[in-house]
Every structure is written in structure tokens, then in C-alpha cells.
């Protein structure tokens, strides 16, 4: 599940990985778009299938109530560095899913990463130090792949 408030990237990584491309043109996911993505989680272990749902930030907490979460291996929680709300909301999500799904993998995405600079960076919550982290750009494409690779290497340590 690719979860976070709207604008903050997450269709734009999703396009980055299965495509390999970036469009500036902001068109807000509706609903939910479903990708599928092989990725090996490491130079030793199989190929694995990513089924990717990319969610509409509007869903809030309410996403916790959706079927489709149910079947859910793991949540990559998107935020947006420019806009520290998201970062807040990001450590809610990530609580959120916890809760629904315990024992599952959550891994936060702070993407835009591209866009910091020292004078700019933000101070990341307390909760950013106890989940994995991947400071990404989809529209460089610098560590999105890396990032997936992680969630796998998580959905697969944990057997689900």
C-alpha cells in the first residue's frame, strides 16, 4: 500500500519504478491504481511480485476501513519534505497501519528529496528513527528502486 496526503508523490514514485518516468503534470490518483512489479529483494533470493496500490491521499485514517487493506504485506508511507504536515501525518498513517495489520512491514518514502538543500532540510519526526527511511526523488529517480527493494526485503524476512 502506498499511503500518504495528497501532492506528496506517491503515484509519481510508482510511476518512476514500474516506467521509469516523471511527468510534471499533478493529476491526483482517484480511487486507487494497482501495478505490479517484480523485484528481487536480493542478489540471492528470488524474484518477488510487488502488487503496488497506489491510494488517493484523500482517504485519511479511513483508508484502515477498506478491504483491500486487509490482504496488505506492508505500507511504504509517502511524505513530503517541503510541507512538514505531511511528515506529521506520515507517523499517524504509519500508526494507523500498525494497528490494522500488526506485525506487518512499514517503510517511509520522504520523497522531493531532490528539492532539499541545507538551509531547507527538515527536521524528520522521532518516529522517522524507528522504521526504515529512503530519502528519494521520483523525479530524479534517485533511490526509488532502492526503496522498493527494501519493502520486498522486509515483506520476505517476514515471510507474508
Do not use: C
Not at 517484480?38 to 477498506?66: K, R
Not at 506487518?104 to 528513527?129: G, Q
Not at 521520483?138 to 527493494?149: I, K, M, P, Q, R
Request: glycine share 8%; hydrophobic share 45%; no cysteine.
Amino acid at each position: 500500500m502506498l499511503l500518504g496526503e495528497i501532492g506528496v508523490g506517491k503515484s509519481s514514485l510508482a510511476q518512476r519504478l514500474m516506467f521509469n518516468r516523471f511527468s510534471g503534470q499533478y493529476k491526483p490518483t482517484i480511487g486507487v491504481e494497482v501495478y505490479r512489479y517484480n523485484v528481487s529483494p536480493d542478489v540471492t533470493g528470488e524474484p518477488m511480485a510487488l502488487i503496488l496500490w497506489d491510494t488517493d491521499g484523500n482517504f485519511g485514517d479511513a483508508i484502515f476501513q477498506h478491504v483491500y487493506l486487509k490482504e496488505a504485506a506492508a505500507a511504504i508511507i509517502v511524505a513530503d519534505p517541503l510541507r512538514p504536515a505531511t511528515l506529521d501525518t506520515a507517523v499517524r498513517l504509519a500508526e494507523g497501519f500498525a494497528s490494522a495489520r500488526p506485525g506487518r512491514a512499514i517503510h517511509f518514502i520522504v520523497n522531493k528529496w531532490d528539492l532539499i538543500t541545507p538551509a531547507n532540510e527538515p527536521v524528520l519526526p522521532p518516529a522517522y528513527k524507528s522504521r526504515p527511511l529512503n530519502k528519494a526523488s521520483a523525479l530524479s529517480g534517485t533511490d526509488v528502486v532502492e526503496a522498493f527493494s527494501h519493502v520486498a526485503k522486509a515483506i520476505r524476512r517476514r515471510g507474508l
